[in-house]
């Protein structure tokens, strides 16, 4: 007999508004519920508060849903500081006191971690730092409303590609905080506004920076305007009319030494946000390594060598590996500035068999590793190879952690120390760093 194809028919959502109350929060700041013994997630609910919502997704082992109403409020709610709170997507913690978002992100990674490390372990304290005027860096999305003939300048909406207007940011530093209303004008004023794609504003420690990527070339008047713009407040300047190239147009190239070191950088280069908390981060990273100057130290997803140069500084010998060619060249450009000769840096893809690698083949007594948020799977599952008795995974996905540190524990290796990194006040990205000694 033939058969032929039925498309399954689409289930229904009930959207009819519910009250239920919430448990607790998940590891990504949401308010965890349950209806028909099915977890059930919630944006911006808080745990004990009984809530009214509205589904918005709904699957066979889980269900979203839309806030609505809070009938109960927690006592550790609180009014969010930012008039932008309820349409930006930036930061989603606000109604949360700096203070209970660290105990629930402190709480969410210890249960990750005793889930998957099997072990209980007492966490250091928090990596901390400001929660107000932290954020050194911003990429600000635009877009030219035709309507009212005006560019709309900020970042995106919650769940939405629409942009919210903004002319300021509480949490982004003050020196690039106050630009905004006049980044706004400046740019109100081209001949052809929709040109521009989006900018970015970066703090660096000897100059301020603004990036304005373009899709077609800029008018006279209006590149003139730029610069007179960039003059005015002294910023280093850069355009960039393709992905990833960039023009400087005027200005000294940034800088940043906060971790003991000068590491040069360009504005699309990956840095940490957060200055203060990167400077007590890789000071923590060294201290749980106990560096000595026999030590051979292997640094994973190196970047720039935000860690390999300090560390450097300190042991016989450092090797850096980084899946980013470009930024492999500016580590070893930024080794010899400041004239660290123990340093070594490779291209490599960390997630291929590393075998016929030149540095893969040597011993390292430990090893730091920063893998973006997809972890370190593959080369994890190699670390007792290389000799390594103490391993620093600085993590920016907890889920990741747990799962990778599952590898260390199998190669004999057990979890010593766990802390938070509190590198995003006021959003529910947890970081947070791991030591494990063989």
Request: with cysteine; proline share 5%; hydrophobic share 40%.
């Amino acid at each position: 007999m033939a058969r032929f194809f039925q498309a399954k028919k689409k289930t229904q959502i009930n959207t009819k508004h519910q009250s239920v109350t919430i448990e607790k929060l998940d590891h990504h700041g949401a308010g965890l519920a349950y209806m028909d013994n099915k977890p059930l997630f919630i944006e911006g609910a808080l745990p004990g508060e009984e809530v009214v919502t509205q589904l918005t997704e709904s699957k066979s082992k889980y269900a979203r849903g839309r806030l609505i109403k809070v009938i109960t409020p927690s006592e550790s709610r609180i009014t969010p500081f930012c008039p932008h709170f309820e349409q930006c997507g930036g930061c989603n913690m606000q109604h949360v006191s700096v203070e209970e978002q660290r105990t629930y992100k402190q709480q969410a990674l210890s249960e990750l971690m005793t889930k998957f490390a099997k072990q209980q372990i007492t966490l250091d304290p928090v990596i901390a730092g400001l929660d107000r005027g932290y954020r050194r860096r911003a990429r600000l999305s635009v877009w030219f409303d035709k309507k009212s003939a005006q560019l709309q300048i900020g970042f995106r909406q919650k769940a939405s590609k629409q942009i919210v207007n903004i002319k300021a940011c509480p949490v982004l530093a003050p020196e690039l905080n106050q630009l905004l209303p006049e980044l706004h004008h400046c740019l109100n004023q081209f001949s052809e506004p929709s040109v521009i794609g989006h900018v970015e504003l970066v703090k660096a420690d000897n100059t301020r920076v603004l990036v304005v990527r373009h899709t077609r070339g800029l008018k006279n008047q209006d590149a003139k305007r730029l610069k007179r713009f960039a003059q005015q407040y002294e910023l280093s300047l850069y355009l960039m009319a393709q992905a990833d190239h960039l023009e400087l147009i005027q200005g000294p190239a940034p800088i940043y030494q906060e971790t003991g070191v000068v590491i040069p950088f360009e504005p699309t280069h990956f840095i940490q946000v957060n200055q203060s908390v990167n400077q007590s981060m890789v000071s923590r990273a060294l201290e749980w390594l106990e560096l000595s100057k026999q030590d051979s130290v292997l640094d994973l997803f190196c970047g720039l060598g935000n860690f390999s140069l300090p560390i450097a500084q300190q042991v016989e010998r450092v090797v850096g590996v980084e899946g980013v060619e470009e930024m492999v060249f500016k580590a070893r450009s930024n080794a010899e500035q400041n004239q660290l000769t123990n340093a070594e840096f490779y291209h490599a893809n960390l997630e291929a068999p590393l075998a016929d690698e030149p540095w893969a083949k040597q011993q390292f007594n430990k090893v730091l590793l920063d893998p973006a948020r997809a972890g370190a799977t593959g080369v994890v599952e190699q670390l007792a190879t290389l000799g390594a008795s103490r391993v620093v995974y600085v993590s920016c996905n907890p889920a990741t952690l747990a799962r990778d540190s599952q590898s260390l524990l199998n190669q004999g290796f057990r979890l010593q120390r766990l802390c938070m990194l509190d590198m995003f006040p006021h959003t529910s990205h947890l970081e947070s760093m791991a030591l494990f000694v063989k």
